[in-house]
C-alpha cells in the first residue's frame, strides 16, 4: 500500500446525504478482485447526467472529494474504496461515514476525513473555481488557499498505517520473524515430507 503524507490538489464537491455504495459502484461491476480498472464503474448511473456534479470541468482530475453526510453506507463493498481511487481521488472529506467504508478505506490507503458539516461546507466555498485544497495527515489538518486551517481527528492506529504504508498483509510481514520462531519451535502434527507406504 502506498504511504499517505499529505497531498494537494483540486476538490470536487459531491454534496448529497446518504450515497451508498451501491451508488458508488453498482452491483454488476464487483466480478473482479483486482484493484484496478473501476473507475469507469464509479457512480456509473450518475454518470449518464450530462448535469452529474463530478462531471464539471473545473473538478477534472481533483484528488479530494467533498461529500455529504454517512458518505459509503450501505453494504460492505471494498470494490467502493478501490472506484473511488482508481479516479483518482485520495481523500474524502464528510461529516460522517458507513463505518464499514471508513474501515475499508483506511485498509486500502484511502484517507477519510470527518468534519462538521458547516466544515466540509466551508471548504466546498474556499475550493471553488478549482482552487487546491492541503491534507496533511501527520499535522492532521485540512489548510484552504487563503490560509484556513481545520484540524480533524483519526485514530491512531489507522493514522500509523496510512503513514506507513502498511496494508494487513504488511502489518503480518512485520512479525515475520516472530512467526517463523514460533513454526519452528512447535511440532508438526504429521510428517508431510514421507511418501505414503515409506514410513
Not at 454518470?47 to 479530494?64: N, Q, S
Request: net charge negative; charged share 25%.
Amino acid at each position: 500500500m502506498k504511504r499517505f503524507v499529505r497531498v494537494t490538489g483540486k476538490a470536487a464537491v459531491l454534496d448529497r446525504p446518504d450515497v451508498d455504495t451501491d451508488q458508488i459502484v453498482p452491483k454488476q461491476f464487483l466480478k473482479s478482485i483486482e484493484r484496478t480498472g473501476f473507475a469507469k464503474a464509479l457512480f456509473h448511473d450518475w454518470m449518464k447526467d450530462p448535469g452529474f456534479e463530478l462531471l464539471r470541468p473545473e473538478y477534472r482530475d481533483a484528488k479530494i472529494l467533498l461529500a455529504g453526510p454517512n458518505f459509503g453506507c450501505g453494504s460492505s463493498r471494498e470494490h467502493a474504496v478501490w472506484a473511488i481511487q482508481d479516479y483518482g481521488f485520495e481523500v474524502v472529506i464528510a461529516p460522517s461515514f458507513g463505518d464499514i467504508f471508513y474501515s475499508n478505506s483506511l485498509k486500502n490507503g484511502l484517507l477519510p476525513v470527518a468534519l462538521p458539516a458547516d466544515a466540509v461546507k466551508e471548504l466546498a466555498r474556499s475550493a471553488e473555481g478549482g482552487r487546491e485544497l492541503t491534507v496533511d495527515l501527520e499535522a492532521q489538518t485540512v489548510a484552504d488557499p487563503a490560509g484556513g486551517e481545520v484540524r480533524f481527528e483519526i485514530d491512531s492506529f489507522g493514522r500509523h498505517c496510512l503513514l506507513n504504508g502498511l496494508d494487513d498483509v504488511a502489518l503480518t510481514l512485520g512479525h515475520e520473524d516472530a512467526i517463523t520462531a514460533f513454526e519452528a519451535a512447535r511440532p508438526a502434527p504429521i510428517d508431510t515430507t514421507a511418501l505414503p507406504g515409506q514410513r
